[in-house]
């Protein structure tokens, strides 16, 4: 007895098997690896989208900026019109070397000997020739200025721009560098004196393009894609909600409407750039209508904006509870005056979200634009929407394209803008469905 | 009369019609508008759609009609010898009648009599009016511009006088049809009903608008270089070919086709895993909280513009790769040569991929949390890890939703532009090194139609050649993917 006792507690006691290996171990680390790939896609997603907008935001920032250079000029009448013929010929006014008047000025400003060339061709890389139509303008508008001598502010160059504000590496040989230290010498003293001054830089927002980068703006661009967005908006909000109130309220359940359904869907998917096309082969070759002008962006855009509009429109109608409609309905309004009075205004915060929203994703859209021509050297400001005109991503696009350091920074600056835009575009959809947003 | 100012003036009588036809409610009411059939509204509503409507379809017909009869009677008057000449030829001059047409009455008397006597002095004349003459004008030309302008003017008043009548006539007879059993309200409903078809029709229109113009201008450019030398072809050298120049060039689809599959790949291959294990994080692991935070974050990604894409490929994602390569290669062998370009596949996938994870984790994420509750409960009860459930229930059970979704991720990126544009390059070449860079179709489509067009030369239909293979491709895929869902849903209720 004692035997089999001994033996059962022995069993008990030492033998104790170890508890079954189901890997409980092992399944936990697979269970923190998993954990740790997910966060880790999220983290890599982030990421990237910070090191986005900081590349975008470190490189712009400063095309808000611009170097200029206010110094007295004095329009000299034997360098403009030495043989006074300007009121026989009025293109002596036109043709004039102006440039050499800043020069001239900015020499005299620096000590310099009007014998010392090579220092003088030093002293024209300093401003931008963009000087040579602003003063141009002036003297045109005004020639009783010429032979007096009137304070002026002309553009430093790209190269003084991009070292005034740090952006070049002094460290480098002075051959290879875009400024010499003759250069930087001179653009310290000016700044000194508070010749040579950062200000806000209005031109980035006013200005045409223009193949100098300092001189290279906005304006063109904004204008542009102010109408592309106000023939959008008026042309695919009315459509929109027409077509999602006729698929929504009152299409018979037949072939057409299920037709015209499917197509809706795949519409939406439609690589931009078809769009393009089709504006290309219908709008311009087809229709006759200019090349370039922001009508054909808008037409464009216009269809394309539309699929997620009506898809946007029809969500918020079906959202409308149809206790709202049987009231309508039950107090004698026709099906209707149901819809107009009652169900879309209600619908109506829905529908103005998802408006935005289309909005926003038309104002970033670059491929089709290019396919119309809107990707133009456009200098002048459009004054209707049949003129050339670009758009605010193909100004992105041209820019983009272009070689010179000083163009990155006005490309940033560009896309801060654009995004800006995009910003304030989504914060107020959100805003707008946050505000009126029901839960029936 | 300008076409903006007839339409003005038909909605000017519109409004009187209206306000016409309302007055005209209350009074055969007398006052006691519960005698009407419709509020007094639709009968101002009806007066002004019969005043306003049939006037306007006529304008659109006959502003659609017009120009081909004026061009053709004016074509009738050019003399003999120009009417032998080729149908270009023909256009060309009927363009420089048009141009001086549009010139004539800048003119002041003298210089019309100094132009009548000696046409070869036009050119310089319009110019100093701004018209740009492309040639030398012929004497003919001067009066086949004045019978044109002659056409149009008598056109356009005859098409004023026509329209304003028939406005006037239909706001008249609509008025005096205005009576309290006169059911306005369901005429105007009904055209309102039609209008909202009408809308809803331009979504059709713009499918078919597609195919038809792209299937034209394709078949246009498969007269002049045969189908199966554009399919099948492996060498893309379209070859800007000058006047004159016989050879037309090589158009083979398939270098640009696999620069646009390899690179959509790499783009994939990035955003799927990413964006699947982001998605299922936010499904499954993250607190309320963090999911608040996280995904509108992600979807920011979505919300970027494709040309900032293409502008960090450009500027940041390139250089960065080049130079990493750059020091690699240093580093392993002594020599610091890059091997990564720039402008590469792996520079262009690697930022397509990132521009599709927000696409990718939303569509997947709404497919996840749509598995019921119940199958996960099942699993965790049974002593699954989440991971385990994660993986042998809740994927298997979305796996035709998530297909679906990354089918249509991957006609996005097929179809994506801007970020191939100036990240991809434009040498049309095919090989397997994903660091030289490819080119895809909408590089191609790009390239090919930016510039000076003339719709007559190949290189610049095999565009629209192009641009149906890729609508083809990517319709294919969608609907694809339609299919897949619908076919192999679960159905859990």
């Known amino acids: 007895m004692t035997d089999i006792v001994s033996q059962a507690s022995g069993k008990v006691v030492s033998a104790a098997p170890p508890r079954r290996d189901i ?19 999220i983290a890599f997603g982030l990421v990237f989208l910070f090191i986005l907008l900081w590349t975008v935001v470190s490189k712009g920032y400063t095309a808000f900026l611009q170097t200029e250079i206010t110094l007295p000029i004095t329009f000299s009448e034997q360098l403009i019109d030495p043989g006074n013929k300007r009121e026989s010929d009025p293109k002596v006014l036109q043709t004039a070397n102006y440039p050499l008047l800043v020069r001239d000025a900015l020499a005299e400003k620096l000590g310099i000997a009007s014998s010392d060339r090579p220092a003088l061709r030093q002293v024209s890389g300093l401003f931008s020739d963009s000087a040579r139509v602003t003063l141009r303008d002036m003297v045109v508008s005004d020639p009783s200025i010429i032979g007096k001598t009137v304070p002026v502010t002309v553009l430093a160059s790209a190269n003084i721009d991009s070292a005034f504000k740090g952006q070049f590496d002094l460290t480098v040989d002075e051959g290879s560098r875009k400024v010499s230290d003759q250069q930087l010498g001179w653009v ?23 193949s100098r980068p300092e001189a290279a703006g906005l304006g063109v661009a904004l204008v542009g894609s102010l109408y592309l967005m106000g023939i959008v908006l ?30 809706i869907n795949n519409l939406a998917a439609v690589p931009s750039i078809v769009y393009g096309l089709l504006g290309l082969a219908v709008f311009i070759n087809f229709a006759g209508l ?33 206790s709202i409609r049987s009231a309508a309905l039950g107090l004698g309004a026709s099906r209707m005056q149901t819809i107009f009075h009652h169900v879309l205004p209600l619908a109506m915060p829905g529908i103005l979200t998802g408006t935005i929203i289309g909005l926003a994703h038309a104002l970033g859209e670059t491929a089709p634009l290019l396919l119309i021509g809107m990707v133009a050297f456009v200098a002048n400001v459009p004054a209707t929407p049949l003129d050339p005109s670009t758009a605010l991503p193909v100004q992105i696009y041209m820019w983009a394209n272009e070689a010179e350091r000083a163009f990155v920074e006005r490309t940033s600056g560009a896309i801060i803008v654009l995004l800006a835009f995009l910003i304030i575009m989504n914060l107020g959809a959100i805003l707008l469905r946050r505000r009126f947003e029901r839960r029936w | 009369m300008s076409t903006t100012l007839l339409i003005g003036i038909l909605l000017a009588i519109a409004a009187v019609a209206y306000t016409l036809g309302r007055m005209r409610a209350n009074a055969v009411a007398g006052g006691k508008s519960s005698a009407l059939h419709s509020r007094p509204n639709y009968y101002g509503a009806y007066v002004a759609l019969a005043a306003f409507l049939p006037p306007l379809i006529v304008v659109a017909a006959w502003l659609a009609i017009s120009p081909f009869i004026v061009n053709s009677s004016v074509r009738d008057t050019f003399p003999d010898e120009v009417k032998a000449q080729s149908p270009a030829q023909q256009s060309l001059a009927f363009g420089m009648v048009a141009t001086i047409a549009r010139g004539l009455p800048k003119l002041t008397e003298e ?76 005429k105007v409903e009904r055209v309102i009903l039609w209008a909202l078809l009408l809308a809803s029709s331009i979504a059709i229109l713009t499918t078919i608008g597609i195919v038809a113009s792209m299937a034209t201008e394709a ?27 016989t050879s037309s060039g090589q158009f083979g689809l398939i270098p640009l086709l696999a620069g646009t599959l390899y690179i959509g790949f790499v783009a994939m291959l990035v955003a799927v895993p990413v964006g699947l294990f982001a998605a299922i994080y936010m499904a499954e692991y993250a607190t309320p909280r963090m999911r608040s935070l996280a995904k509108p974050l992600l979807e920011v990604l979505a919300g970027i513009p494709t040309i900032v894409y293409g502008f960090f490929a450009l500027v940041t994602v390139g250089p960065f790769l080049r130079d990493l390569s750059a020091q690699l290669n240093g580093l392993a062998t002594g020599n610091y040569a890059n091997f990564i370009q720039a402008q590469s596949v792996i520079t262009a996938g690697i930022v397509m991929g990132i521009m599709l994870i927000p696409y990718v984790s939303s569509l997947s994420d709404d497919i996840i949390t749509a598995v019921p509750r119940a199958l996960r409960d099942g699993s965790l009860g049974l002593g699954a890890t989440r991971s385990e459930t994660i993986k042998r229930v809740i994927l298997p059970a979305a796996l035709p939703g998530i297909v679906g979704a990354l089918l249509m991720t991957a006609s996005r990126a097929i179809g994506e532009t801007m970020i191939v544009v100036l990240a991809a390059g434009v040498a049309a070449r095919m090989q397997i090194n994903p660091f030289e860079p490819m080119t895809t179709v909408t590089v191609k489509i790009v390239n090919q139609l930016t510039g000076d067009l003339e719709f007559t030369s190949p290189q610049t239909l095999v565009a629209f050649a ?24 679960e159905q859990y209720e």
């Open chain 2, 219 to 245: 078949l246009h450019f498969f007269t002049m270089v045969p189908a199966h030398e554009f399919f099948f072809g492996t060498v893309w050298d379209p070859r800007f070919a000058g006047a004159g120049a």
């Open chain 2, 111 to 186: 210089e019309l009599r100094a132009i009548q006597q000696d046409p070869s002095t036009l050119q310089a004349v319009f110019a100093t009016k701004g018209v740009a003459v492309a040639a030398e004008a012929r004497p003919y030309m001067l009066e086949s511009a004045a019978t044109l302008n002659g056409m149009t003017r008598t056109s356009r008043l005859a098409l004023a006088a026509v329209a304003i009548g028939l406005s006037l006539a239909g706001a008249f007879f609509s008025l005096r049809s205005v009576a309290p059993r006169f059911r306005a309200r369901n």
């Open chain 2, 466 to 489: 192009l641009g149906i293979t890729l609508f083809c491709i990517t319709l294919a895929l969608n609907i694809y993917a339609l299919y897949i869902v619908r076919k192999y849903r």
């Open chain 1, 23 to 41: 890997g409980i171990r092992r399944r936990y680390a697979a269970e923190r690896r998993f954990r740790f790939y997910g966060l880790a896609a």
């Open chain 1, 188 to 210: 310290n003293t000016l700044a000194e004196e508070g010749v040579l001054s950062k200000g806000f830089n209005t031109g980035l927002f006013v200005n045409g393009n223009s």
């Open chain 1, 234 to 263: 008026v042309l695919s909000l009315p459509i929109g909600v027409a077509a999602s109130i006729y698929l929504e309220e009152f299409a018979p359940k037949n072939r057409l409407t299920d037709l015209i359904e499917v197509n």
């Open chain 1, 290 to 322: 200019p090349r370039s002008a922001p009508l054909v962006g808008g037409l464009v855009l216009t269809l394309m904006t539309l699929p997620t509009i009506i898809i946007a429109t029809r969500a918020a109608l079906r959202a409308v509870p149809p």
